[in-house]
């Protein structure tokens, strides 16, 4: 089971941390990706890291601005987000993967229930 939590409303240019935790499993041997979906349009990945090396991967639209830390003592994985801008507002989703690509949302085997990020101007 993953469960996401840190979301919320807040102003363009604030900063805000999502958390992903695991519960049941460890988390360490599986990467992790965070995925937005935007009202009437499609999920879309944003961030990745692997399970191996913690090698990140990240959108265009965030690069610089998302990180994409892990601590698998906790078996939580982060996305600190920098500089919001209303493009940002979305449900993030948080899912685990054993293998497969990591911005490819068909190849996760786990997903959280999502957290709402509300970004105004």
């Known amino acids: 089971q993953l469960a996401e939590s840190g979301g919320g409303p807040v102003q363009a240019g604030d900063s805000l941390t999502l958390s992903c935790a695991a519960t049941?499993?460890?988390?360490?041997?599986?990467?992790v990706g965070w995925f937005r979906q935007a009202p009437e349009k499609e999920r879309e990945f944003t961030a990745g890291i692997s399970s191996y090396d913690g090698t990140t991967l990240f959108a265009d639209s965030v690069k610089g601005r998302f990180t994409i830390p892990r601590d698998n003592a906790k078996d939580t994985v982060y996305l600190q987000m920098n500089n919001l801008n209303p493009e940002d507002t979305a449900v993030y989703y948080c899912g685990a993967m054993t293998s497969g690509t990591i911005y490819n949302s068909k190849d996760y085997d786990y997903w959280g229930q999502g957290t709402q990020v509300t970004v105004s101007s």
């Open positions: 049941g499993r460890s988390f360490s041997t599986y990467a």
